[in-house]
T-cell receptor, first 115, second 113 residues
């Protein structure tokens, strides 16, 4: 158990719908990262938040957005869903100490199926 | 941006033998290289990592080596056991404010009893 929690575990929804994925980082970790894992694209970085602020963006679609709240939990919002958005979505957290360790600990993931 | 290539994509070994997985990276500024193990239905689990100021690191049966000049790093598992069977991912990142990981494509390791 990494200490990172994600809900829900599974999500099945229809095309065009909107969903919200939730992540709680390990106690004390300030950075949260979102990754997408699909069969054809592998593990891809989407977006990073550090202490409530967006820090980096990767291959994240405009239909997707995220935020990190004052209690440091994060939500990933996916809208206008398409069949191709079906994937595993992982959250990872890191202590993010300047010049220090960068270990990222992954949650169990949310499996999104768009029908 | 960074690009990480990983080989082989599948690897089968007999129990007790060693397994080696290799990765190359493109961005010479990358300085942190973790390895993750992912079992079916679970999230990636950090098993070992290495920083650019170190050439080799060992933790029991697992070791990682880094060659910064050649921009490649490798995972070595000795005395493999059936429970080592999983998908292994290498990754690379910088140590600035944006520390996202760029992953290799993964290696399916099967340890045959």
């Amino acid at each position: 158990d990494s200490g990172v929690t994600q809900t829900p575990k599974h999500l099945i929804t229809a095309t065009g719908q909107r969903v919200t994925l939730r992540c709680s980082p390990r106690s004390g970790d300030l950075s949260v990262y979102w990754y997408q894992q699909s069969l054809d694209q592998g593990l891809q970085f989407l977006i990073q938040y550090y202490n409530g602020e967006e820090r980096a963006k990767g291959n994240i679609l405009e239909r997707f957005s995220a935020q990190q709240f004052p209690d440091l939990h994060s939500e990933l919002n996916l809208s206008s869903l398409e069949l191709g958005d079906s994937a595993l979505y992982f959250c990872a957290s890191s202590p993010h100490v300047a010049g220090g360790p960068n270990e990222q600990y992954f949650g169990p993931g949310t499996r999104l199926t768009v029908t | 941006g960074e690009n990480v290539e990983q080989h082989p994509s599948t690897l089968s070994v007999q129990e007790g033998d060693s397994a080696v997985i290799k990765c190359t990276y493109s961005d010479s500024a990358s300085n942190y290289f973790p390895w993750y193990k992912q079992e079916l239905g679970k999230g990636p689990q950090l098993i070992i990592d290495i920083r650019s100021n170190v050439g080799e690191k060992k933790d029991q049966r697992i070791a990682v080596t880094l060659n910064k000049t050649a921009k490649h790093f490798s995972l070595h598992i000795t005395e493999t056991q059936p429970e080592d069977s999983a998908v292994y991912f290498c990754a690379a990142s910088l140590s600035g404010s944006a520390r996202q990981l760029t992953f290799g494509s993964g290696t399916q390791l099967t340890v045959l009893p």
